[in-house]
T-cell receptor, first 120, second 110 residues
């Protein structure tokens, strides 16, 4: 249970174009999803919290007009990187909040496999 | 000061050894403590989850939380080559955002 998928797994695009990344919870409904960015050999940095049916909450320093998030249903959130530039090249990972399958735990985050974005 | 400090390693140990991974944190408001395992180019996988202080054991893995010293640990017994991965500690106050450590890259040598 608690499987999260992402599509695409990797994408290469030209500078100035936009890229959409999908995050799906496959076997559960998630009212809350999160988007992270991870640079090589660094930890995950939270970009935004996505709530179904409402506007996303962005972390300080993350441009909301550049990283558009849409959480249109209880199983799908999308991240669109607009006018991508080489410095946006990174590993983007989503997670979905679910009742935990671990004994004693409250809702926990289950992560997708990530999307590697390379902007040329 | 970072909210969560974790030695990035790399850490190499022989197969069968006991592995000790650690993190410290600065905010006493953190109540939930997690360990994730991340294989190269994959998303993190939740390994252990602890609420407040104490120990939790799951198979070869033991998580410890000492809130008085703001110190969390993950022990891996009888380490296997398949345990080679990056281990990330994560803390949170509630169900909102997780704050991650930088991750420790672990290699188990056959």
């Amino acid at each position: 249970g608690a499987v999260v998928s992402q599509h695409p797994s990797w994408v290469i695009c030209k500078s100035g174009t936009s890229v959409k990344i999908e995050c799906r919870s496959l076997d559960f409904q998630a009212t809350t999803m999160f988007w992270y960015r991870q640079f090589p050999k660094q930890s995950l940095m939270l970009m935004a919290t996505s709530n179904e049916g409402s506007k996303a909450t962005y972390e300080q320093g993350v441009e909301k007009d550049k990283f558009l998030i849409n959480h249109a249903s209880l199983t799908l959130s999308t991240l669109t990187v607009t006018s991508a530039h080489p410095e946006d090249s990174s590993f983007y990972i989503c997670s979905a909040l679910s009742p935990s399958f671990i004994s004693g735990a409250t809702d926990t985050q289950y992560f997708g496999p990530g999307t590697r974005l390379t902007v040329l | 000061q970072k909210e969560v400090e974790q030695d990035p390693g790399p850490l190499s140990v022989p197969e069968g050894a006991i592995v000790s991974l650690n993190c410290t944190y600065s905010n006493s408001a953190f109540q939930y403590f997690m360990w994730y395992r991340q294989y190269s180019r994959k998303g993190p996988e939740l390994l252990m989850y602890t609420y407040s202080s104490g120990n939790k054991e799951d198979g070869r893995f033991t998580a410890q939380v000492d809130k008085s010293s703001k110190y969390i640990s993950l022990f891996i017994r009888d380490s296997q080559p398949s345990d080679s991965a990056t281990y990330l500690c994560a803390v949170s106050i509630g169900n909102e955002k997780l704050t991650f450590g930088t991750g420790t890259r672990l290699t188990i040598i056959p």
